[in-house]
């Protein structure tokens, strides 16, 4: 299996205390070593890097545990591959344009009979049944909207509904934005948790690190962090469950279930 | 305006040494100060790193500079903004997907009314020239062939013909890559150069860095490197005609003029 994380901000923000947490589990506090990945949003342009090697080795992953890359949506990933070998092209997270602006997704789970879902404008590039449910989220999206649609939050209303579809197979976790929302399906683990005024100090489950946020934020910020497993020990994190869905905007969480 | 660097091997091979050297031009030896890119290729899966900030002062770029990541295509760009603000949605490399390949594009020049590039299934995020030309060139190949050809070579001469549309509305030096072959276009300036064995030293122009390729290659290695102006101080570089081009396949020059 795989884990996710994503962000969703009102305000430019690093996810350097996230992934330093994610990054550990990528080989040393968890067993996901067959490749990780990042897509940091800055408006409408997105900046992915990744790399098939295990998180905690790569000095990649380190640059970006350290160096804070300001973004107001991220999705994150790090892999357990099980179908798929490992490999750049099957490292998450994809990404595609639609509408002029770039998607991208990252899946934790396992799905079968993931070739007999139909794609039709976006093709797989790598093997994995992740990329393939993504190109078939997508292609669905633009047969029912040949042109964008006036409202992106009804857009992400009928992504969830094609989630559903993809349940019915197996296990699918997602993350998908648009750079300005944030979706979150779950059908087995995914923790959310968000953060505003009074802000107060976390604390890293998988490795001894403390943040105290009063120092990094201003009282007007609101940062939702999205992740399969709670990543810090001293803060409550909302356990979704099979089936339920959360969309975020901005930081926010705007449906189906508010805070 | 901006410069390009694009690799072509036959075996993976870093870009440390030519990336050390363009890098300087992004804000030190050069006034690209705008961003800068590149995107890595590992047999069909790319990394793309990009950042808005001047590549001389970039951390990212540093890491990119020093971290040997092995690939047999790369297309890189600083840039010095002429049309679209400063932004990552602005920042070339822009890659899309088309027949299950993706697909990486950079651009040096200016085109005039390039708003009226016509472009369908592929719409530019950004507000560049560079990517509306570059959505046009796609979106002209998977109008003539609804499905993959047969010959990516045949899709290549395809574009080369579409581009000499672009060259009647400006300045279009371009790289382009399917992560096998790496086609630059010339319309002022574009260098080239392949390196093979016997190997020897080279020096590069805009730093004090020399390498020893004996020392980081077999007998084997075939590496051709396109840069706008030649890297390095003491090698001759095939210097491209306004109007020539030349197709690159795993570091070989294939056409339409050979070595």
Redesign the interface.
């Known amino acids: 299996m795989c884990e996710l994380l994503g962000m969703s901000a009102n305000v430019p923000t690093d996810i350097c205390f996230s992934f330093k947490g994610l990054r550990e589990r990528g080989g040393r506090t968890g067993p996901h070593r067959d490749g990780w990945g990042v897509a940091f ?12 090697m295990p998180s905690h080795e790569s ?2 992953a380190r ?1 970006v545990s350290d ?1 804070p890359i300001k973004s107001t949506a991220v999705v994150a990933h790090i892999r357990q591959a099980n179908r798929g070998r490992v ?5 998450h997270p994809f990404s ?7 998607w991208t997704y990252a899946h934790n789970g396992q799905l079968k009979d993931h070739q007999s879902l139909p794609t039709a ?6 093997t994995t049944d992740s990329e393939r449910a993504f190109c078939f989220l997508l292609s669905e999206l633009d047969k029912h909207y040949p042109t964008k649609p006036k409202s992106r939050r009804q857009a992400f209303s009928f992504i969830r509904k094609k989630a559903d579809i993809l349940r019915q197979m197996g296990v699918f976790n997602m993350l998908l934005s648009d750079g300005e929302y944030l979706l979150a399906y779950c059908t087995t683990k995914l923790h959310w948790i968000t953060r505003r005024a009074p802000f107060g100090i976390a604390r890293l489950s998988d490795i001894d690190v403390d943040i105290d946020f009063t120092r990094e934020t201003t009282p007007n910020d609101v940062v939702t962090v999205i992740a399969t497993e709670p990543l810090t020990c001293n803060e409550q994190w909302h356990k979704m469950s099979p089936g339920q869905w959360q969309l975020f905007y901005r930081g926010e969480a705007i449906g189906p279930n508010k805070e």
């Open positions: 949003y800055q408006n409408k342009g997105v900046c992915t890097f990744k790399d098939p000095e990649v640059l160096y490999g750049l092209e099957n490292t595609r344009e639609l509408w002029g602006r770039y404008r976006f093709t797989p590039v790598g």
